[in-house]
């Protein structure tokens, strides 16, 4: 999960790509939701662009990178994205999106910018 700066940053994340998908709640909810569940199954999706805020019940278990591209002012913001990470799961469920994985023992945290 990419967490850019702008929507223009975002943007330039969603270059025609088979395994790139924008995740947002500002397309509607029906839409948001039929996106995060693409990611609970779709091997191809690899990664999740974003900008806003992920609604606090938002749970995609398989997520394995949490990357933040923009400074986050907001430590409960920070805890809650960082949270996205370590969700655990099934390893039938992680087979789903990696079928070569065993078992999620991690993930990465990756900070590009400073923040709280």
Do not use: H
């Not at 702008?6 to 790509?17: A, F, G, H, R, T």
């Not at 938002?58 to 409960?76: G, H, N, Q, W, Y």
């Amino acid at each position: 999960m990419l967490i850019a700066l702008s929507i223009l940053y975002e943007k330039s994340l969603l270059n025609p790509m088979p395994f790139v998908k924008k995740v947002t709640y500002k397309v509607g909810k029906k839409i948001a939701e039929d996106t995060i569940a693409e990611f609970r199954t779709n091997p191809q999706l690899r990664v999740g662009v974003t900008v806003d805020m992920i609604a606090t019940d938002t749970d995609i278990r398989p997520l394995e990178i949490v990357m933040f591209m923009c400074d986050v002012k907001s430590p409960a913001y920070y805890e809650q994205m960082k949270g996205r990470g370590t969700r655990i799961l099934s390893e039938d469920e992680l087979r789903k999106v990696t079928p070569d994985a065993r078992t999620k023992t991690r993930f990465v945290l990756i900070r590009l910018c400073r923040g709280n």
